[in-house]
């Protein structure tokens, strides 16, 4: 009976099952690829750093602590977002997934989503598996320093509840809190960008490599968007120069606004506003890349 309920069901132009189940293919095809063997290389650099140049002010080793793994963790969140959407059509070709998807009734918008959401959900994965190994290390480090220096206190029988009160504030304002969490999701917010921009580009790229390179061009070029914009649109004159320079500017993504890293090093507080606001522009970068990439894929021959 259940079977010919499914088979007389109208068939819907648009099914959130039908995107997860792709999204949940793609993120067990890439964990198949070792994808993540970058999550093992990231843990190495924290914990290496965080036992590193002892010799260093308490304030130094952690903000050195937090900017080399926040840098390791952006590189690799952008590696990741760069090599896992670059794979995804070549192999399903090479394999012939592809075909077997869209003889079903799938539209082709479906299983670019479904595909991007994949990405999404394994950088978001393992994005937060990193920040929770990078918080230990972080939350590790800052007792272990509160403790040395403590223990200094006594030695020098000076460890009144006021000192010990001051160099607890001191170096928790350096150590974990709420806006290195913030800072781990603007580099998810940013690493999702790319991979939606990797994938608009992998619909019409040639190549595996071309789809890289390009990538890979455009993510440099976005992180020194906000200077090109300021360049083009201050230093040209005329309509049309201006216009062009206006279309180069919208096609690749302003990187730069998803920065809020420096902050989260110097211990700064993120409003959540800020938060909120940067969420919005990536969903505008991710729908808008999104789209375009249907674009070039609905007409795609395969």
Known sequence: MSTATSASAPHRNFSPARIWALATSTVTQLLRMKILVFLAVFSLIVVATGFAFPTMSPEQQLKLLKDVSLGALQLFSIVIAIAATALLLPRDLEDRTLYTILSKPVPRYEYLIGKLLGVILLLAG???????????????????????????????????PENIAAITAITSQYGLSWSLHAGVFSIFLKSAVIAALSLLISCFASSTLFTIVVSLGFTIAGHGQQLMRDWFLSSLSGFWEKSISLVLTLICPDLGLF???????????????????????????????????HLFFVDKEL
């Open 126 to 160: 393992g994005l937060l598996v990193m920040d929770i190994i990078f918080s230990g290390v972080v939350w590790l480090k800052q007792n272990l320093i509160i403790s040395s220096q403590i223990a200094a206190l006594r030695a020098e029988q000076n460890d009144t």
């Open 259 to 293: 920065d809020l890293v420096e902050a989260a090093i110097r211990g700064d507080i993120i409003p959540l506003n800020v938060l909120a606001n940067v969420t919005g522009i990536a969903l505008l970068y991710i729908i808008g890349y999104t789209a375009v990439a």
